[in-house]
């Protein structure tokens, strides 16, 4: 373990095996401190892997693959906010073009032999511009309503997909750029206290106290579209805020 650190350098990230949206995932920035951490993260979360910690801009892709694993959709989207602030679930998103992440995306899935929908996690490497990969997530994504916006339905293609047996390619990847996509709550409200708590933490792309206050309650702006609030199908939201209450009271209650 102590060769793997030598070679990626520090600072490194722990990551659970298993897990979403970041959590568990915690830094350290020598070998004293990793040991101390790696230790915690382990006996709290399970098996962990250790990872080069990168810096620069967040990037995600979509793409749906039929089962002679061939493309037929990709959307690609630059995350614009994550939660938390070091790195984690994108929240507030916009849909873009990166040639470079197209071609990483189409070559990995297809030498993979790729059937159905995929995610893949991408960052910019600040230090040569090159797109590093993160990881792959077989399913459908939290922010998918983000590619759906813009014109690649994967629900409804992936249902082409399963009766019809294909859907027809789309080889110039159409989709509209510029449509943005916001996780407003409880996402973007954790992002919030999240800054204000760590205003130091030099791994956190942390915008400043009043920045992450102001961009929160700027509510509208154009080509936004949000994760679970729609005016004319209120009950995702109201059962999004039902649930993190009762996540709220269900720890408070577990203290006692």
Known sequence: ?????KKIGFPVV???NHGFGAIGVRYANSLEEFEDVYARTV????????????KGKTYSSSALFNSNGQPRRICIQQGLRESPPTGGTQIYTISTRQPEILECTIELLKA????GIAELDFILDDRDQRP??????????SSVCLPIAAGVDYPYLLYRLATEGDVEPDFNYNYELGIKCRYIFPAEFK???????NKNNHHSKNPGAGR?????IKLYESN??????????????LVNLLNFVNGIIYRKLKKI
């Open 1 to 5: 373990m102590k060769q793997i650190i």
């Open 14 to 16: 722990i990551k659970p």
């Open 43 to 54: 006996k709290q979360y399970g098996p962990s892997i250790i990872q080069e910690f990168i």
């Open 112 to 115: 993979l032999k790729w059937y």
């Open 132 to 141: 590093k990969l993160l990881e792959i997530n077989p399913r459908l994504y």
């Open 191 to 197: 992002y919030v206290l999240e800054v204000l708590r």
């Open 212 to 216: 992450a206050i102001l961009d929160f």
């Open 224 to 237: 936004i579209n949000y994760f679970v609030m729609a005016p004319d199908d209120p009950m995702p939201a």
